[in-house]
């Protein structure tokens, strides 16, 4: 049964005729018993009170598709109109939002070798301060913002100039740990929950876009918990997956590593690209909070992301970008049927110790399929430890074998260097 079926509220009403008496109030006419007769409603009533329950359903629908929480929203019934008299507005919230969030959001200055010190020349990026502790304030911000950094310059809402330090990066999420002086902080941002996350729901960009520090823009969550594929090298070959945010709101180049946060002011996102192409708008992208803070929390214990590492650098057998020729497919010697696996490249470290070599072709690992370099990163990282055992099975000159390596802490790229020197 609907709200509004005839059933509920008819409009039909008993055809007693009535009189207003001398006071103004509705009476039968006497004569007749009274006690069998009840009061109808008027068409009058009917009216006012539909028209009352339309309106308390069109603000309920509002403050759902806006965002606005209907129960700490105060309504008032004048006439036949229900009006919002609290936060009604939501471009009130937006403005309120952005407002707490502004004091902890920074533009980030990246005076690399090709800057020559010229600050017009330095890269540009934004960073969210989300902790302050021991007289020294922290920031988040991407990886890709302080690449190759020799100079770190950050640029708070106040227009103060202070230097930072790396505490740590992570190149495969794409997140970076800076630290500067905690001095004259006071503000750090609320970290909110991207798990609730819902499609439609308005969100804010705040960041140092093209250098303009304090921009704010605003949109929707477009999709929540989107996977889309990452060349980590920039070689064009897919060999990890992202999880993001995807946002309409207007991201550009210099908004890398700055906040998206909900109406409430709390950080849900940490911006991190956008896709231009002719004909494309509004396609933005987060990394969500929640595996943002994984990794922040490793950087800050340990300075980098513990990881298993099995030491191969692999190429994709069936590399659409750069695939292989038949010569080198024959060089291989591979059966007819294997179609799928990645070729090592190099060896080190527990792979090198557990046998395999150049031109290696690993299709298993545990018995599972592995097909690319991505499915195999991502078996290591969300199925091993550090000190696993794992099993490798593959081809080389043709033939299927085995072997089994212990999965280690990844070296630095130093550390790695240094073996490649030691080996010559």
């Given at each position: 049964m609907g709200w509004f079926d005839d059933d509920f509220y008819s409009t039909k009403v008993p055809g007693r005729r009535v009189?207003?008496?001398?006071?103004g109030s509705l009476r039968r006419w006497r004569g007749g018993p009274r006690k069998h007769h009840r009061r109808g409603l008027s068409t009058l009533q009917v009216s006012l009170i539909s028209s009352v329950l339309s309106a308390v359903v069109a603000v309920l629908l509002f403050?759902?598709?806006?965002?606005?929480?209907?129960?700490?929203?105060?309504?008032v019934a004048t006439g036949s109109a229900v009006l919002l008299s609290d936060g009604g507005d939501p471009y009130d919230r937006i403005t309120t939002a952005a407002a707490k969030v502004a004091p902890a959001v920074v533009s980030i200055l990246n005076h690399g070798e090709l800057s020559d010190g010229d600050p017009e020349q330095a890269?540009?990026?934004?960073?969210?301060?989300?902790?302050k502790e021991k007289g020294k304030a922290f920031i988040i911000t991407n990886t890709h913002v302080i690449s190759d950094a020799s100079d770190l310059e950050i640029v708070?809402?106040?227009g103060a100039s202070r230097e930072a330090k790396v505490v740590g990066q992570d190149s495969i999420n794409d997140i970076a740990v800076l630290e500067i002086d905690g001095q004259g902080i006071d503000t750090v941002i609320e970290l909110g929950d991207s798990q609730k996350l819902h499609a439609g729901e308005t969100v804010i960009a705040v960041g140092n876009p093209l250098g303009l520090g304090g921009t704010v823009t605003f949109g929707i969550v477009s999709y929540n918990g989107r996977m889309i594929p990452v060349s980590l090298n920039q070689d064009g070959v897919y060999d990890w997956e992202q999880e993001v945010i995807q946002t309409d709101a207007a991201i550009n180049?210099?908004?890398?590593?700055?906040?998206?946060?909900?109406?409430?002011?709390?950080?849900?996102g940490i911006n991190t690209m956008k896709i231009s192409d002719t004909g494309v708008e509004g396609l933005g992208f987060a990394i969500p909070v929640n595996e943002v803070m994984k990794t922040?929390?490793?950087?800050?214990?340990?300075?980098?992301?513990?990881?298993?590492?099995?030491?191969?650098?692999?190429?994709?057998?069936?590399?659409?970008?750069?695939?292989?020729?038949?010569e080198q497919r024959a060089d291989l010697k591979l059966p007819n049927h294997v179609k799928e696996g990645v070729i090592v490249l190099e060896a080190h470290g527990p792979a090198e110790d557990a046998g395999l070599k150049l031109n290696d072709v690993i299709t298993q690992l545990d018995k599972q399929p592995i097909q690319s370099t991505l499915e195999l990163r991502r078996y290591l990282y969300e199925n091993k430890k550090i000190g696993d055992d794992l099993e490798v099975t593959y081809y080389r000159e043709g033939k299927l074998e085995k072997t089994t390596l212990k999965l280690t802490d990844k070296p630095s790229e130093a550390e790695i260097q240094q073996g490649l020197d030691e080996d010559k």
């Open positions: 009189r207003l008496s001398e006071g403050s759902f598709i806006t965002g606005l929480p209907s129960s700490s929203t105060r309504h890269a540009l990026g934004s960073g969210v301060i989300f902790k708070t809402s106040d180049e210099g908004n890398s590593g700055g906040a998206l946060v909900d109406l409430n002011g709390r950080l849900i922040v929390d490793d950087l800050l214990l340990h300075g980098k992301v513990v990881r298993p590492y099995m030491g191969v650098y692999t190429l994709d057998l069936n590399n659409r970008f750069s695939p292989i020729t038949d």
